[in-house]
């Protein structure tokens, strides 16, 4: 629910060494070239992790064409008196990995560096240095070449990197990030956001959701009509419970035809997990809401810790889909909307914290529902989704585990959503912990861009939204 919170992998294992041959080089194979003793440039450090049930790892790979006798080679922390030598023997074939528990010899801190040096103890390899801990890995994004970022523990394997091959870019818009709201108006908690037009649909994790409109100097404010000044407060359908509601948004039906929110628990039963999407009818005056539907996933989605279940939700209409031809992961061919029974017109994608996975869902009338995509975020956590009905593109944020990094996704030749950009947050920004980015609509655009907010689940400096904007 809040990154910031310190996750824990119980593992028994200690990873103390894998080493991973290229396909080409499987165990056993022939014609391997012959081991040699130096080629600094062909190892790399390429995955470090400080922190969780493999702490203390460090892992190398070889990018060149050649195998490479690492006998002797020595891994250091920022600390020059820390040393831990790569045993006899040791040796990495082109496109191998070997990971490497040095826990034993020196520990890395939320603020350090793994360095490598050869046998020689002076000679420097390759240097990584970080500033906070791997949450839960640092990888090197493609393998061996490309820059660090936080991705998911794959030590002596390819790295998480989705596939993409891209480093991320600068922000697609201004710098400037200027605070949106009154000091101390929400409080912490303040999660996903949808904007309708005037309006932006606030989903706060406490069981709350908020309709706020323009405070007449740039930023927003409480709705102080219809009982929404403070809120209201969500029950499911059975009028009991407390949802804890992470995202938010519409269908093509706006918020006449409901707005919908995703939840990860119910946080009235001990934090019982419950990965949910809920229907809310928001046209009464009264300040609570009970559910008039829930689509509970829980069971169609892999375990996670309570905390680290759905996050970020969108809608994507049908008409979308089948233009980009979308290709249906339930019967393999051409998503057709017509093989499912009434449901609302489109695919809801909803995010998983805990996984980085992104999963389509139609969400039939009925209560049912079908899985039509399962999609690999690259990143290590997915905290908001936004579809872009301008640009017909997904976008996928994740929060300050990642660095504030913004992923765009859109259909591509095989039917299956795929990177297109991969952007840093706006430089005028610090590393909040935003839980929330929506977009505002082309009637926004003024000079080439348009207004963008977000939300910072910590409520830093009193804030919980910031405006940017974006390029058109």
């Known amino acids: 629910m809040i990154a910031s919170r310190v996750r824990r992998w119980r593992r028994s294992l200690r990873l103390t060494l894998v080493a991973v041959a290229a396909p080409a080089l499987a165990a056993g194979a022939l014609g391997a070239p012959a081991a040699h003793a130096a080629a600094a440039d062909d190892i790399r450090i390429n995955e470090v992790v400080t922190t969780g049930s493999v702490n203390d790892s460090v892992e190398l790979y070889n990018k060149g064409t050649a195998t490479v006798d690492i006998s002797g080679w020595i891994l250091k922390d920022d600390n020059s008196s820390s040393k831990y030598a790569i045993a006899s023997g040791t040796s990495l074939a082109p496109g191998g990995f070997a990971a490497f528990d040095v826990h034993d010899a020196f520990g890395l801190g939320s603020s350090d560096k793994a360095r490598l040096y050869l046998p020689d103890g002076s000679t420097l390899v390759d240097s990584f240095s970080w500033t906070r801990h791997s949450a839960p890995s640092w990888s090197r994004c493609p393998d061996g070449t490309g820059a660090f970022g936080s991705a998911a523990l794959t030590l002596g394997a390819p790295n998480a ?65 219809g009982g929404w000044s403070s809120g209201k407060t969500l029950t499911y359908p059975s009028g009991s419970g407390t949802p804890d509601d992470e995202g938010v948004t519409l269908t093509g039906a706006g918020s006449a035809g409901g707005v919908y929110v995703s939840s990860e628990l119910n946080a009235a039963s001990s934090g ?30 892999p375990s996670v810790d309570s905390n680290s279940g759905l996050e970020g939700i969108t809608w994507v209409p049908d008409s979308a889909l089948t233009t980009a031809g979308f290709k249906d992961a339930s019967t393999g061919a051409a998503y057709d909307p017509g093989r499912y029974g009434a449901h609302t017109g489109g695919v809801f ?12 869902y139609v969400l039939q009338d009925d209560g049912t529902f079908v899985r039509v995509a399962s999609v690999s975020s690259g990143m290590a956590g997915v905290m908001e989704l936004q579809w872009e009905p301008q640009a017909s593109r997904l976008w996928v944020v994740c929060d300050d585990t990642c660095d504030g990094l913004h992923r765009t996704f859109k259909v591509d030749s095989s039917g299956a959503f795929a990177t297109t950009a991969i952007y840093n947050r706006p430089s005028g920004m610090s590393n909040l912990n935003n839980e929330g980015f929506t977009l505002s609509g082309s009637d926004a655009c003024s000079g080439g861009t348009k207004p963008v907010y977000w939300s910072d689940d910590s409520d830093t400096s009193g804030h919980a939204l910031r405006a940017g904007t974006i390029n058109c």
């Open 161 to 225: 990197c989705d596939g993409s091959g891209m480093s991320p870019t600068a922000w697609p818009g201004g710098s400037s990030v200027a605070t949106a709201d009154a000091g101390n108006a929400f409080g912490s908690d303040m999660s996903g956001l949808f904007q309708e037009g005037s309006v932006i649909w606030a989903a706060q994790n406490s069981g709350k959701l908020w309709r706020l409109v323009p405070n007449g100097s740039g930023g927003w404010k409480a709705d102080t009509t």
């Open 349 to 360: 994608f909803v995010g998983v914290e805990g996984t980085g996975m992104v999963y389509g």
């Open 272 to 301: 019982t997990s419950r990965l949910s999407v809920l229907k809310y009818d928001v046209g009464s005056t009264s300040t609570g809401l009970t559910a008039a539907k829930e689509w509970n996933l829980t069971s169609d989605l």
